[in-house]
């Protein structure tokens, strides 16, 4: 059973379904009252089992992604090894240095995921144009292992992509999910509060809301909690992961009175002048902290938090950095 709550909004995902599914085991109880009505609970029972599924999907999305992260840090590390022994072994055979050029290796090789996949897939092309020349018989072998750690690489990160992908997706619907319940759960307090509105009478603590002395205070009225929506968010700050975990954490003190937090994102090279915050939000959470797996040496990550209201009406932006040196 879910904590009594006069405002679920500012319940979890899973304090949330919990909350829900008292309210709908407690309506069921009210058919045939004179306060029921039907109308008010019609669609509301689908919507709940939708916000289940997806959560469901959510979670396990979630539990699969960090250690398929795991996996494409070591396909990376793997695939950037084997590529410098590549290219230490090509001017053994061709020492004129147009070669390395010609597989894409004459420059560093690039430790960022998608700068590396970009250069290994031109050198493997170009091994497909050159491969069955005689003079090029020695490095067979090598190419054969290289074309093996790629296409590993490929996999590990495709599966992590989609799964995050999927877990982005599922977040997404719950949010939208979340925002529809809320609007009918809150037509269906209201019109209970039209028929008792003594907040502390007995009558409410039979309910899922609660009394007034037993549950969250409604917006609007005596009690509303401080710093609550469309306040701006106090304390953000951006701190390195400890292990196991890996990556940046982004973090703020949690707002009253919001069903989430939009999350922006932007990336440049460490010293390039602060970028402006984008428009397309990186992420929604639920509550914070949320972990950045996604960084790399010698680049600055900017990131903007602000609280989405039952309305999905953004809040004050907060904003933090981190230079990240590994």
């Given at each position: 059973m879910a904590k009594k709550s006069r405002?679920?909004?500012?319940?979890?995902?899973q304090d949330f379904l919990t909350?829900?599914?008292?309210?709908?085991?407690?309506?069921?109880?009210?058919?045939?009252?004179?306060?029921?009505?039907?109308?008010l609970v019609a669609g509301l029972s689908v919507k709940v089992d939708d916000f289940e599924a997806a959560l469901v999907t959510y979670i396990n999305e979630k539990d699969l992604a960090p250690d398929q992260r795991k996996a494409v840090v070591l396909k990376t590390t793997a695939l950037y090894d084997k590529l410098a022994a590549v290219k230490i072994a090509i001017p053994v055979f061709f020492p004129d240095p147009a070669t390395l050029g010609e597989f894409t290796l004459a420059g560093p090789i690039p430790q960022d995921e998608d700068d590396l996949y970009i250069v290994a897939s031109a050198c493997l092309l170009h091994w497909e144009d050159v491969k069955l020349l005689p003079a090029y018989a020695p490095l067979v072998a090598d190419f054969a292992e290289l074309k093996t750690v790629f296409d590993e690489f490929v996999l590990a990160r495709t599966t992590?992509?989609?799964?995050?992908?999927?877990?982005?997706?599922?977040?997404?619907?719950?949010?939208?999910?979340?925002?529809?319940?809320l609007?009918?759960?809150?037509?269906?307090?209201?019109?209970?509060?039209?028929?008792?509105?003594?907040?502390?009478?007995?009558?409410?603590t039979d309910t899922p809301w609660g009394a007034s002395y037993g549950g969250e205070p409604v917006p609007g009225e005596p009690g509303e909690p401080v710093g609550a929506f469309p306040a701006k968010v106090s304390n953000m700050k951006v701190e390195k992961a400890?292990?196991?975990?890996?990556?940046?954490?982004?973090?703020?003190?949690?707002?009253?009175?919001?069903?989430?937090?939009?999350v922006c994102k932007a990336k440049v090279p460490t010293g390039m002048p602060r970028p402006?915050?984008?428009?397309?939000?990186?992420?929604?959470?639920?509550?914070?902290?949320?972990?950045?797996t996604g960084v790399e040496i010698g680049f600055d990550y900017y990131y903007?938090?602000?609280?989405?209201?039952?309305?999905?009406?953004?809040?004050a932006w907060s904003d933090a950095m981190m230079e990240w040196v590994g």
């Open positions: 405002y679920p909004s500012q319940f979890g995902w909350f829900m599914r008292d309210l709908l085991y407690w309506l069921a109880g009210q058919v045939g009252k004179p306060d029921y009505v039907a109308s992590y992509h989609e799964t995050f992908q999927d877990m982005e997706t599922s977040q997404g619907d719950m949010g939208n999910l979340k925002i529809s319940i609007e009918q759960e809150r037509k269906l307090f209201n019109w209970y509060r039209s028929k008792h509105k003594d907040s502390e009478e007995i009558w409410w400890s292990p196991p975990q890996n990556g940046a954490i982004i973090s703020c003190d949690p707002l009253a009175g919001v069903i989430g937090y939009n402006t915050r984008p428009a397309e939000k990186w992420v929604f959470i639920e509550e914070p902290p949320v972990i950045d903007w938090i602000c609280g989405v209201d039952e309305n999905n009406v953004e809040g």
